[in-house]
């Protein structure tokens, strides 16, 4: 398989706690992920270990031919792993526009020396990052692009989890990296994430994606996988109805007592 992430027997430990145990799995190219399990089952150290914020303990993460354990988060960027937070990272002083700017970062060139020595140069590349901002906010859904100039931290929630897209986007990743995209929203909202999601694909059919979700209607609606993680292990794997139907699944979710009542 042409394999564009393999995790192979990453383990994370924080003194005595074992956040991940021996996790190995792949993603390929334009494949979709679905990452589920209870809380504090070790979702986020994985995200944390594949975008080299965290060293794994023991074991490798492989992206695009290149082994990048350990990489800082900066070259994993730079390589093509784009990521949205669980909690919103967004710049809530600045406008919309400049949230995604911002998300261009490590595709510009000129830098601040580049600033103040090419002038020209650094006003044009300024000129074509706002013209791929604005491009990006109108291929996004609803009404960003319209919203553009104003401050990121007035837009409504879901309107915030678009703008954390858009901005991962903007680093042109080959992999997307979702973090419960769902969270804090309603029925509405969650359908509308998983619109915007399914036309992203179809836009986009090269990208990988990798979702960490709660809510079962987002795990079902596209993954090509799922995988289910409990205390730091990988207990199941498989497409969605396998993964729901695994009886280990279940007793993460339900404890014991409830699936064998
Ligand atoms: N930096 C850290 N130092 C110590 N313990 C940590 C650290 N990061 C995570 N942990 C612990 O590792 C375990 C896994 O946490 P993690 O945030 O990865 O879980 P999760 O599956 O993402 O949970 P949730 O669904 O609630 O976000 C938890 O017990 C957590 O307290």
Known sequence: MNALLEVENATMRFGGLVALNDISFSVGRGEVLAVIGPNGAGKSTLFNVVTGVYRPTSGRVRFDGSDITGHPAHDVVARGVGRTFQTSRLFSDLSVLDNVIIGMHTRTGTGVLGALFLPGASR????????????????????????????????????????????????????????????????????ALIADIARLKRERADLSVILIEHDMRVVEAFPHQVICIDYGSKIAEGDFAAVKADPRVQEAYLGKAAVHA
């Open 124 to 191: 044009r590349e300024m000129a074509a990052c706002v013209e791929k901002a604005e491009a990006l906010l109108k291929a996004g859904s609803g009404d960003l692009f319209e919203q553009r100039y104003r401050l990121a931290g007035t837009l409504a929630q879901a309107d915030r989890r678009r703008l954390e897209i858009a901005r991962a986007l903007a680093s042109e990743p080959k992999l997307l990296l979702l973090d419960e995209p769902s969270v804090g929203m309603d029925e509405i909202e969650t359908d």
